[in-house]
Every structure is written in structure tokens, then in C-alpha cells.
């Protein structure tokens, strides 16, 4: 009998072991690929259905600021992409990035599209921002996951 309790404390060990390696290994290289800037004005109709949405509180995003008087004109779209590598042994759900908003930001855009990472995989994810045109590129964002229901965020700088 004793033997059996030794046994299995030292599974429990191991088990906890393993399962403190699996924690602390368990990393997410995200890569910044670039940012594109598009004149709002060549997106008149998406800025309008944006506008709109914003008015009638139907809006799928993140609402930073009322658009007010904007037009199309003074506006601009800034679309970031990052690269993501799963490099654990589990599956990365519900991977998200959000912009932290600066002067003269409106609103991020929502994404409905839910994205997993199996092990090893790498996937691109990208973020669109309505701001003013008088306002810079660079941004700061957080990119979110989760491992077994566990949530983790990293923080990077868009641009």
C-alpha cells in the first residue's frame, strides 16, 4: 500500500510538472507585417455604412469617438496585419488584436470571423481603424488568446 501512495504522488509530480511546463512554454510569436493606409474618400460607401451604423448604435466594432461632422475626405482607413505562430503544444482560440485608440481615432472596424491556431500553424490577422487624417500611423495593440480556456495578451506596436 505504501508503495501505491508513492507511486502515485510521484505521477501527481510528474503530471504538475508537465503541466507547469506546458504553461510557462507556452508561447505565441506575433510578427507586425505592416500597416496600409487608405483614403476613406476611395471608400465613400463603406465610411457612409460606418457613419451610419455609428448614428443608429448598430455599429460591429469599437466605437472610440462619435464621427460627428467627419467627412470621407478627412478621413482615413489604417488596416494593421500580424503574423501569428502557435508554437505550443495546444490549440490557440479565439485569437483577436485590438488598437489602442490615439487622437483623433473614430472606430475599429469589427471582425466576425472567429480564428483558432492549431499547434505549429501560423495564421495572418489583420485590424482596420477609421481615424482623421491629421494622425499618425503608429499605433499601440494587444493581441488576445486563449489556451485551455486560460486567457493571454501581448502587447505590440502597430505600424
Given amino acids: 500500500m505504501k508503495v501505491f501512495a508513492i507511486i502515485l504522488i510521484v505521477l501527481l509530480l510528474a503530471a504538475v510538472a508537465g503541466l507547469g511546463y506546458l504553461y510557462f512554454s507556452a508561447t505565441m510569436e506575433i510578427e507586425v507585417t505592416g500597416c496600409i493606409a487608405t483614403d476613406a474618400a476611395t471608400q465613400a460607401d463603406t465610411f457612409q455604412e460606418l457613419k451610419t451604423a455609428t448614428e443608429e448604435e448598430t455599429l460591429t466594432g469599437t466605437l472610440f469617438r462619435k464621427p460627428g461632422e467627419a467627412t470621407p475626405e478627412a478621413c482615413v482607413f489604417y488596416t494593421y496585419t500580424v503574423k501569428v505562430t502557435n508554437k505550443t503544444f495546444l490549440k490557440a482560440e479565439v485569437i483577436e488584436i485590438s488598437v489602442t485608440p ?7 472596424m469589427g471582425d466576425m470571423q472567429v480564428h483558432d491556431l492549431d499547434s505549429g500553424r501560423t495564421a495572418e490577422l489583420s485590424a482596420t481603424i477609421l481615424s482623421l487624417k491629421e ?3 503608429v499605433r499601440e ?3 488576445t488568446y486563449y489556451l485551455w ?3 493571454f495578451s501581448r502587447r505590440v506596436t502597430l505600424k
Fill in 102 to 108: 490615439m487622437d483623433g481615432d473614430i472606430l475599429q
Fill in 135 to 137: 494622425s499618425h500611423s
Fill in 141 to 143: 495593440g494587444t493581441v
Fill in 149 to 151: 480556456g486560460i486567457p
